[in-house]
């Protein structure tokens, strides 16, 4: 019961932070915008094309909907240990490719340095831990990894097919406008490795972590009785 209770806290404390940092860069794109002159929805529309903004939305509606629906089908399937596991995988790349690639082209300051800092760096690693400590063994095999490459390549999709009409790409190594298709593409093969990477890295903790933690949960004499 107290594992459960302190479970549900740790859950409750990384939806509570992911829709505030959500909520506060939001806020923070549509006052920069209106003051460039941008009409509200499309800053809006924009705040939705980046990968570290869907991914946390993600992870938030997945913490909140199986807390808040947990009958519903699409909330068991959001709450199963393989679909967190994927979360995991598609966070922990927010967090390094920002750390690596983006982190250096912009200094936000005051609330949104907050938001940045959440977004990319506190709620990537707090996810982390709650995988490890509460996420149940999910029993994944390498092709999970694969599978999961289904999520960005849709992202690369739809931020392609949106850039052709709008001109607009959130990542500069997926600007087709500096880059062209060739060169997106070849980032994209890039990224795609470091996704599967990080897929994999997550089946092999599921595997031996948790495996490890099992067993050392297990009264003795009662390892086997499973």
Do not use: C
């Not at 082209?105 to 977004?119: C, F, N, R, S």
């Not at 982390?128 to 390498?142: C, E, M, N, Q, T």
């Not at 999970?144 to 739809?158: I, Q, V």
């Not at 599967?196 to 009662?222: C, H, I, N, Q, W």
């Amino acid at each position: 019961m107290k594992n459960h209770q302190t479970r549900r806290a740790f859950e409750v404390a990384l939806l509570t932070a992911g829709w505030f940092a959500l909520g506060l860069q939001l806020y923070h794109g549509v006052a920069a915008g209106l003051a460039q002159g941008v009409p509200w929805p499309i800053s809006v529309f924009n705040f939705f094309s980046y990968f570290t903004i869907l991914t946390n939305l993600l992870l938030a509606a997945g913490l909140t909907l199986p807390l808040l629906f947990p009958d519903r089908r699409f909330s068991r399937f959001l709450g199963r240990p393989a679909a967190r596991s994927a979360s995991l995988t598609y966070i922990a790349i927010v967090g390094v490719v920002y750390e690596l690639l983006l982190r250096e082209l912009w200094h936000p300051t005051g609330l949104q340095w907050l938001a940045d800092l959440m977004l990319h760096d506190a709620i990537p690693l707090g996810y982390f831990v709650y995988w490890v400590l509460y996420v149940p063994p999910a029993r994944l095999r390498w092709h999970d990894a694969l599978r999961w490459l289904a999520y960005p390549a849709a992202y690369l999709g739809y931020t392609l097919l949106r850039g052709t009409f709008l001109g607009h790409y959130p990542y500069p190594f997926l600007n087709v406008l500096h880059l062209g298709y060739e060169g997106v593409l070849l980032n994209s093969a890039f990224l795609a490795m470091a996704f599967f990477a990080m897929g994999s890295l997550v089946v092999a903790l599921d595997a031996r972590l948790k495996a490890a933690r099992t067993v050392r949960s297990d009264p003795p004499g009662e390892g086997g009785a499973r």
